[in-house]
């Protein structure tokens, strides 16, 4: 089991380790020879449901860079695929639907598949959890899920978006299948959360990936209630992120729910300390432009969000968003280094 002293679960509690924790999103992955060799000929929502290969792959990250913190290998799609839905990742695209969700007939379709049908389907999360978990020791599994607007972003329009217009037109053309069909979405995610916790996971992180294309006045009145059913509750410290949400920032507390918010490379971090006061820790945001600069260049930005971190009640260091497949994985190892004060 990870230990409560573990520097990332410290870092939860508002408790300041003497350096901060990191790990990165995305840190399994394409930027890893060794993912990539294990994935040939496995598709993507297989290999998430092969406990086996899933739990090798969240593995592979911990023992190469030595972060704080693994994340369990899967994806937001997975609890809709564990519902029945008919889904696929694309590989360089992203999750396509085979039936869109867009009427208030294909809400209801959807909103009839019970949620505990999805939790009674989770066994391989359960059991490729449990194979990680027992491996890990004191290092801490953060297990995470899709909050509301993001999946729906995608099972509304049918796969990657822009601007996601059909998820946030459906707000106000239709609130009623709107808020029946995050509603369920919570649900499915939190059955999702809820497994990864069965299996041994310490900590839960919500992406709300794509919330920064949406007003303030629609992310409280139609996004903020449904990703705060998704993570009331749960035992374990809650980590919410989104991308480009610099302005929700203070909203995206769902009033104190959240241990910690994630910021984007976008907003200096003291700047997102001071918006979201004194009761949250703050994570991120290494600019992933930069993984690619020379050295001196990317090491002076890594020592200025650590240093900008500090205004924070406390601080994990991650990136602004996830690791790019491009990266060379020589650079995350470092910047683990330099953030643990080992080297240069
Ligand atoms: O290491 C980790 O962070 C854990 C694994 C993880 C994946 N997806 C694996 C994955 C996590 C946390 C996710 C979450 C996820 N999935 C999000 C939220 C995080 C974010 O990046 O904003 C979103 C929006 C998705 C949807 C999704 N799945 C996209 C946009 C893509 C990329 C498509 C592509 O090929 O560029 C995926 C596929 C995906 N999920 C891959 C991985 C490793 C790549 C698939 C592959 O390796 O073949």
Known sequence: MASPDSPLLRALRGDRPERPPVW????????????????????????????????????????????????????IVVPLRLAGIAVEIEPGRGPVFADPVRTADDVARVTAIDPADVAAAATPIREAVGLVTAELGDTPLIGFAGAPFTLAAYLVEGGPSKEHLRAR???????????????????????????????????VQLFDSWAGSLSIADYRAFVAPHSAQAL????????????????????MR??????????????????????????????????????????????????????????????????????????????LTRIVARAHGDVE
Request: net charge negative; with cysteine.
């Open 24 to 75: 990165f999103m995305r840190q399994a992955g394409r930027s890893l020879p060794e993912y990539r060799e294990l994935r040939v000929g496995t598709r993507m929502l297989d290999a998430c449901l092969t406990p086996e290969l899933a739990a090798e792959i969240t593995l592979q990250p911990i023992r190469r860079h030595g972060v704080d913190a693994g994340i369990f290998f899967s994806d």
């Open 169 to 203: 037109g459906m707000m106000h053309a239709d609130p009623e299948s709107w808020h029946r069909l995050a509603g369920w979405l919570a649900l499915v995610s939190r059955a999702f959360l809820d497994a990864q916790i069965a299996g041994g996971a310490s900590a």
């Open 232 to 251: 009331g509750g749960i035992i374990v410290p809650r980590i919410h992120f989104g991308v480009g949400t610099g302005a929700l920032l203070p909203d």
């Open 254 to 331: 769902l009033g104190g729910i959240a241990d910690a918010v994630g910021v984007d490379w976008r907003t200096p971090l003291d700047e997102a300390a001071s918006a979201l006061g004194p009761d949250t820790t703050v994570q991120g945001n290494i600019d992933p432009a930069l993984l690619g600069a020379p050295w001196p260049v990317l090491a002076a930005h890594v020592d200025d969000v650590i240093a900008r971190g500090r205004a924070a009640r406390a601080h994990i260091l991650n990136l602004g968003h996830g690791v790019p497949p491009d990266t060379d994985p020589a650079v």
